[in-house]
């Protein structure tokens, strides 16, 4: 019978496997490698192991195999193209397929930058459009309260002032009148005797 393996060795396991490569796959740093030397004869695979132990950290010994399979299939899947020689040796460029690839991934981040930016302005306006709006409702609410206040204000002037008139048309006091003292009456004067003495000459004269 097997006996069953510790938790601790089971963890270290569960490590190693979590652990992330030191350098990407071969079919990847071979692409990269012909990317980057752009020569127009195609480059060799001794200048694309040259190229993957500089720039990754790698044993290109090791890895030997796996580079000139990554080579193959990159020529049958069209990634590839082999200018001079068979198999893994000769000279190799950039296929069209990847150039094809890549220039659909530009297209493809173009549009989406430009989506991106289309769906931000779509964005700003509504919410500008948003606060357009709130505003416009604000001022109304203000306008509507300033103006019910302004009512309230003159009904209440209005309400005070009968009140003032009511005052005003309130009635006097009035004094009783006091009696006014009599006066002695005078006696008039005798007309002087103008006209007996007129008589007095008619007679005379007869």
Do not use: W
Request: hydrophobic share 35%; charged share 40%; net charge positive.
């Amino acid at each position: 019978m097997a006996t069953p393996q510790s938790p601790a060795k089971k963890a270290t396991k569960a490590k190693k496997a979590a652990k992330p490569r030191a350098h990407p796959s071969c079919p990847e740093m071979v692409l990269a490698a012909v990317g980057a030397l752009k020569e127009r004869k195609g480059s060799s695979l001794a200048a694309i192991k040259k190229y993957i132990a500089a720039n990754y950290k790698c044993d290109v010994d090791k890895l030997n195999a796996h580079i000139k399979n990554a080579v193959k299939s990159g020529v049958a899947k069209g990634t590839l193209v082999q200018v001079k020689g068979k198999g893994a040796s000769g000279s190799f460029r950039l296929g069209t397929k990847k150039a094809d690839t890549e220039k659909s991934k530009a297209k493809k981040a173009k549009a989406a930058a430009r989506k991106k930016a289309a769906a931000e302005k779509k964005k700003a306006r509504r919410e500008a459009a948003k606060a357009k709006k709130a505003a416009k409702t604000k001022a109304k609410k203000d306008a509507a309260k300033a103006k019910k206040a302004a009512k309230k204000s003159t009904t209440t002037k209005k309400s005070k002032k009968p009140k003032k008139a009511a005052k005003k048309a309130a009635p006097k006091k009035t004094k009783a009148a006091k009696p006014k003292k009599a006066k002695a009456a005078k006696p008039k004067k005798k007309a002087a005797p103008k006209k007996k003495a007129a008589k007095a000459k008619k007679a005379a004269k007869k």
